[in-house]
């Protein structure tokens, strides 16, 4: 069956002349500035060649085959899309605003779907999958989300070379399948609560896209969950989000501040959202998971009913909850600097990379032979370790691509470390002579012992530096004019509020800045509304976003 894709009033997302790629250094000239998705990515280190060999003195090599990258302080943007393409993490796909997921970048999805799926399990979420495809009379049963999503809908309109009876949408979220369905497989208070997830792709028509963080079409995973009272269906928001902040934290190093959304933020057809907000490298606030408490406003919307223990029918009380691949754009803009990436140890694909170097042909098997040697002992140990015994690169190559890559330690052994029976360790996130230790022991306990014990080290340092960037960069304020003041220099303004959804329009118009969220964690004692003099419950965060 041959499908087409109809987007009323979308059409010029498929002109020409996005497919007609301008030459590479033109678009190296021009990508810098433009709003929507960059032209193509440059795929880094592919395409190049050297004459040297890995026979070369490291310190004789020259680095003409590595793509420079765009300093993070010239242009956060262009520094971003640089290291997407010299990591191999995506390049983009022939449909505007599309990717493709590289290996290596897929690899770190992996490991936070690895982590996630026990964790949903844990907490008695069973997998299975619903169909893309969405009648669009679904969308429309529950006002306020087809209000919300209606600009961002892709609908099939042909299947088969017919006109479709009923258009569909390419799912952009799956509330309204799956109670569709919860209504078929509800029936008594004995069905309940019932929770699912499932790893899904989604679309959304983005006009304007950034690789991970907003594309047209992105991968997920999205939790439905379908309860007998409105208490459990808010422990179960509140039990997720917690999941999400866990995650961040102890897995991806990021130190978010979870809360709930304004009204005005909160997802169309739920009572409540509550959101992980990060702190970006450019000081931007990037939403890295959700989840919504729906209340019964999709039950009610699609007669999601069961009989409750005397006997009388119920709508039953829902959630949802996301995290996308949006979280590996995160991970790339807090974490990385001018080398590249910069990789948590838990969620990196590779934790150690083993770099053999030897001058004359007759080291090279001493050599190779304790560089696989010691990959055997961390392997045993649970470590995900890459050899680079590849003679097509020289090693001062090689060093720069695994940096590149975010490789969190680097091993490197030579003649004379096969001699002592040792190698020498360089850490990723302390560059230069600092972060290289020589004489470490091949001795497997010692060894071994020491490498979890640097990756730890590694996990810490960049949680810590994180956390002091994030928290040198909210500024407390009690005025109007204090939080333009500091929006104006591009931080985070924390402060009273209680105004009203007009008076939050305003700050966005005025201001470019929105509430991120109304954090968990609130100051103790009286507040006075930054804007109005009133009386403040809580405090909110503003700042500009993703």
Not at 20 to 41: A, E, G
Not at 58 to 73: E, F, G, Y
Not at 406 to 423: F, H, K, M, W, Y
Not at 525 to 530: F, N
Request: proline content about 6%; glycine content about 6%; charged content about 25%.
């Amino acid at each position: 069956m041959v499908s087409s894709l109809r987007l009323p009033s979308l059409t010029s997302l498929f002109s020409s002349p996005y497919l007609r790629r301008p030459p590479p250094l033109l678009r190296r000239l021009h990508h810098h500035h433009k709003l929507s998705f960059p032209p193509p990515l440059t795929t880094a280190f592919s395409s190049q060649t050297t004459s040297a060999s890995t026979t070369e003195n490291p310190k004789k090599q020259t680095n003409q085959d590595h793509k420079v990258i765009t300093p993070r302080s010239q242009d956060f943007n262009a520094w971003y899309v640089d290291i997407i393409a010299n990591a191999e993490l995506a390049d983009y796909g022939p449909v505007r605003g599309t990717m493709v997921i590289r290996p290596y970048g897929y690899a770190i999805w992996e490991a936070i779907q690895d982590y996630l799926n026990v964790k949903f399990k844990e907490t008695g979420h069973s997998n299975m999958y619903f169909p893309q495809f969405i009648p669009f009379s679904f969308i429309e049963k529950e006002a306020s989300h087809v209000e919300g999503f209606s600009p961002e809908l892709a609908l099939v309109t042909i299947g088969g070379g017919k006109e479709l009876e009923e258009k569909l949408v390419v799912r952009p979220t799956s509330e309204t399948i799956v109670n569709h369905m919860f209504t078929q497989w509800i029936h008594s208070y004995r069905d309940l609560p019932l929770m699912v997830n499932q790893w899904a792709n989604v679309t959304r028509w983005e006009m304007r896209t950034k690789p991970f963080v907003r594309t047209l079409e992105f991968l997920w995973q999205e939790g439905h969950t379908a309860h007998a009272n409105p208490e459990e269906a808010e422990k179960e928001a509140l039990q997720m989000i917690n999941v999400y902040t866990k995650f961040a934290y102890e897995q991806a190093a990021i130190p978010v501040i979870a809360g709930r959304k304004s009204k005005a933020e909160t997802f169309a057809g739920a009572d409540r959202t509550y959101t992980i907000e990060a702190m970006m490298g450019d000081r931007k606030a990037l939403q890295a998971g959700t989840s919504h408490n729906l209340g019964q406003n999709f039950s009610r919307a699609f007669g999601t009913q069961f009989m409750d223990e005397n006997g009388e029918r119920q709508h039953v009380w829902q959630t949802s909850w996301a995290v996308s691949t949006r979280f590996i754009g995160g991970i790339i803009m807090t974490h990385g600097d001018d080398s590249g990436l910069m990789l948590p140890p838990k969620i990196a694909p590779i934790q150690v990379v083993i770099v053999p170097i030897w001058k004359k042909e007759d080291e090279k098997t001493g050599v190779l032979n304790a560089a696989s040697s010691v990959k055997k002992v961390l392997e045993s140990a649970g470590i995900k370790v890459k050899l680079d015994d590849t003679d097509q690169r020289t090693p001062g190559w090689k060093f720069n691509f695994w940096e590149m890559k975010g490789v969190p330690l680097r091993i490197e052994i030579g003649p004379r470390d096969v001699s002592s029976a040792s190698v020498v360790i360089s850490r990723r996130d302390v560059p230069g002579k600092q972060g290289k230790v020589f004489g470490i022991s091949m001795e497997p306990s010692i060894l071994e012992a020491y490498v979890k014990d640097k990756l730890d080290e590694i996990q810490s340092s960049l949680l810590g530096r994180a956390t002091s960037f994030r928290d040198s960069n909210i500024v407390d304020v009690s005025s109007y004019d204090e939080l333009k003041a500091a929006i104006t220099l591009g931080k985070w303004a924390r402060g009273p509020w209680s105004a009203s959804d007009a008076d939050e329009q305003r700050v966005k118009e005025e201001t470019g800045a929105t509430i991120r969220c109304f954090p968990f964690e609130q100051p103790q004692g009286t507040k006075t509304c930054l804007m109005t003099g009133s009386p403040a419950e809580e405090v909110a965060i503003f700042a500009k976003s993703y």
